[in-house]
Structures are given as structure tokens and as C-alpha cells.
């Protein structure tokens, strides 16, 4: 594991122009403390299945690799869905709604119970707390994505655009108070509770048809789907009031500040700056780009979002500050300077290339900052060491929360 160790270290440097974590953070991270409080409502009855789940994993099998299983099955299941409808107003195949539900519950399984793994092994360490919350944020984008097809959102364009993003706004949110105030708050209404919901609402559309989602609500003239954004709504409204709350109470930093020093409010300019620009192009575009391709649309701005939290978790493990210079805005920055300019390339064009920078840039971050940490540490990834680093964990009032830290 040490020659491991020590190769990845000297691969380093030329893979990547700079290592993403100065030696100041790296030393801040080792002394990293993971502290959470809160219960949601559905996780006592989860806490069972969980419990009884993660007996049935063999010791061998690291947390992360449960992890990344779990969300490669959630990708490749709203992918398939994604091209039988990638305008969100057309009809797939009953089976792959529910590979969908398979997907997203198997993904929720899996993702609970690698912090229990993680302690089962004796492997805990800062780098799968950091590893756990990235899956979430790549996850919440699939979410959305499968979310506007299963309902056929398209035909309600104002809604869908909120839909793809709101998921994203309120998983950035949660980082936000953690950054703010150094414990991770889970409420009544949780991520639990979104995931199965996602997964019953898969289900049904697989069992009765998309169809069932523009059934006409008697006496009201809505359709069915108006349901789904009702609770949907309803759930952000709840969930973002708490988030705030703790934000403008002030953080645990000196004078009410962040963590790292910083002020409270800082983190909300890198989301506030997704928004603003995919909410821009979308309003500006002559071809109605989202309307268009409002799958592809959100993956590109998805994995901006999904680079950016996880900056804003590795900001909060290194009590350090997240800069608003990144080269995650690079791709959306081509939509809008390209709109600038009378869309003199097809936006069509522009918008693939956005996405594909988008993932190569998301895929290039994680990659670098795990090697940098694992390297760091001396452990592996994907593998259980006998040298692995010891993390503190710090559970306030929640002695039996399922804490998804590997």
C-alpha cells in the first residue's frame, strides 16, 4: 500500500497541473472532526433495514466502492430513461421507470449504510466523508432528471427548469449551514424522504402510465402532476427556512463567521451564479435551448453545481475559503458569451460542448482530490488498508443516525 501510496504521489504532478489542496488544508483535514444532529422522520424504520443490510455485506468490501456502485446504478438508470425521453414530454417503456426505482432505492440503500461499513471495518477516514457527500451531489442531478420524465414535465416548461434546479440549490444549501455553523443538520423532511418519494413516484408512473400525471384533478383544472410540484414546494419551503435560519444566525467562526473565517454569506455567490446564468440562457436562448434539451441542459449546469458543492464540503473539512475563480464556470460561460455574440455557433453545438467540459472538469477535480487525499493519508480509494487513518466522529444528539461517512 506504502509503493501505492508513493506512486500515485509521484503521478501527481503530471497528471494534474496543480494539486487541488494546499499542504495547509491537508494538515486542517487530518484534523478534521464529522459532527451531525437531527433525525428525519422516516429513518427509525430505515435504521432497521439498514442495520440488517449492512450485515449482509462482506467485510472485504470497501465503503466507497459501495457507494460508487450504488450511484453508477442510479446514473445508468436515469440515462436509459433519459434517451427514451429526452424532451421530458414523451412516454418510455413501463420497465424503465422501474429500473429507475430500482436505481434510486438501491442508490438511497447503499449510500446509508457505507458509514456503517466504514465503522464495521475500522476504515473511517475524512476522505469518505468528502467522497459520500460527492456522490450525493452528482446523484441529485440524476434525481432531477428522472424526476421531470417520469411526470413528463415538459409540458409545463416554467416548472420543469425549477425542478432541475431547485434539487440542486437545496443539496447546496445543506453545505452551506454545515460551512456556516460545523454541524451537518438533517430535518424532519431529509434526503431520506426525498429519495423514496422519488422512487415511489417512479413506481406508480411504471404500474399506471405517464398518463396518470395529466389526469384532470376534479373541480380544479389541474392535472395530477400538480400534486408532485405542490409537495415538492412544499418540501423546499421547509427545508430552505431551515437552512437560512442557521445561516443568518451567525457561524462558530470568530464575530459569526464561517468555519474558515469567511463570511456567511460567500458561499451563496458560486450557486447564486449557476442560477443566475442558467436561468439567463434559458430566458435569452432564440431556439429555446432548455425547452429543447432540458436533459442535456441540466447535465451541463449539474456538473458545475456538483463540482462547486463538493468544494464547498472540502472548504468545510479544511476550514478554508471556496473561491468564485473556477474552471467549473468555464462551460456555462461558452453559452453565455456564445448568446452574446447572436449565438453565432448553434447553440445546440455550444451546449454539447459545455457539457462535455463540464464532466471533464468534475471528473478531473474528484479524481485529483482523491489521489491528493488518499496519498496524503495512506490509504486507497476503493480498498481497505491496514493503515488507515482513523476519523473522529462527533454524532450531537443522535446517537443512532445512519451518518453516511465512509
Known amino acids: 500500500m506504502g509503493l501505492a501510496a508513493g506512486l500515485a504521489g509521484r503521478l501527481m504532478p503530471h497528471l494534474y497541473i496543480q494539486e487541488p489542496l494546499s499542504s495547509q488544508q491537508l494538515k486542517r483535514l487530518e484534523e478534521h472532526k464529522y459532527s451531525a444532529s437531527g433525525r428525519s422522520l422516516l429513518e427509525p424504520p430505515m435504521q432497521v433495514y439498514w442495520n440488517w443490510l449492512v450485515d449482509k455485506v462482506p467485510l472485504w468490501l470497501a465503503p466507497n466502492t459501495i457507494t460508487l456502485g450504488g450511484l453508477l446504478l442510479n446514473v445508468i438508470s436515469t440515462l436509459i430513461l433519459v434517451c427514451y425521453c429526452p424532451a421530458a414530454t414523451e412516454e418510455a417503456p413501463f420497465w424503465t421507470y422501474l429500473l429507475c426505482a430500482i436505481g434510486l432505492f438501491v442508490y438511497q ?33 440524476f434525481v432531477s ?24 440549490f437545496m443539496f447546496y444549501c445543506a453545505q452551506w449551514q454545515t460551512y456556516v455553523c460545523g454541524t451537518l443538520k438533517f430535518g424532519m423532511i431529509d434526503v431520506t424522504e426525498l429519495q423514496l418519494s422519488v422512487t415511489a413516484m417512479f413506481l406508480v408512473t411504471a404500474f399506471c402510465g405517464t398518463a396518470l400525471w395529466d389526469f384532470e384533478i376534479p373541480f380544479t383544472g389541474l392535472p395530477m402532476k400538480t400534486i408532485a410540484l405542490l409537495g415538492l414546494i412544499g418540501g423546499t419551503v421547509y427545508s430552505c427556512s431551515n437552512y437560512f435560519r442557521v ?30 446564468l442558467a436561468l439567463m440562457i434559458y430566458k435569452k436562448s432564440a431556439t429555446n435551448l432548455f425547452l429543447q434539451n432540458p436533459c442535456l441542459y441540466t447535465l ?30 468555464i462551460g456555462p460561460g461558452l453559452l453565455f458569451f456564445n448568446q452574446y455574440f447572436n449565438s453565432f455557433i448553434d447553440e445546440y453545438i455550444v451546449l454539447w460542448l459545455a457539457l462535455v467540459i463540464s464532466l471533464a472538469d468534475l471528473l478531473r477535480y474528484c479524481i485529483s482530490v482523491c489521489l491528493q487525499i488518499a496519498t496524503h493519508l495512506r490509504i486507497s480509494v476503493f480498498r481497505i488498508s491496514t493503515n488507515q487513518a482513523a476519523e473522529q466522529v462527533e454524532v450531537i444528539r443522535c446517537e443512532g443516525h445512519h451518518n453516511n461517512i465512509a
Request: aromatic share 8%.
Open 109 to 141: 440503500s447503499l449510500d446509508a449504510i457505507d458509514g456503517k461499513q466504514a465503522r464495521r471495518t475500522n476504515s473511517s477516514s475524512p476522505l469518505g466523508e468528502m467522497f459520500d457527500h460527492g456522490c450525493d451531489s452528482i446523484s441529485i442531478v
Open 145 to 168: 432528471l428522472g424526476t421531470i420524465a417520469a411526470v413528463r414535465l415538459g409540458t409545463l416548461p416554467g416548472w420543469m427548469f425549477f425542478c432541475c434546479f431547485v434539487g440542486m
Open 247 to 276: 445561516i443568518f444566525n451567525g457561524g462558530v467562526g470568530k464575530n459569526g463567521s464561517t468555519v474558515a473565517g469567511t463570511s456567511v454569506l460567500s458561499p451563496g455567490l458560486h450557486i447564486g451564479l449557476v442560477l443566475l
Open 300 to 329: 451541463a449546469f449539474g456538473f458545475v453545481s456538483a463540482k462547486i458543492t463538493i468544494k464547498l464540503v472540502i472548504a468545510h473539512m479544511t476550514k478554508s475559503e471556496i473561491s468564485l475563480q473556477d474552471t467549473a464556470f
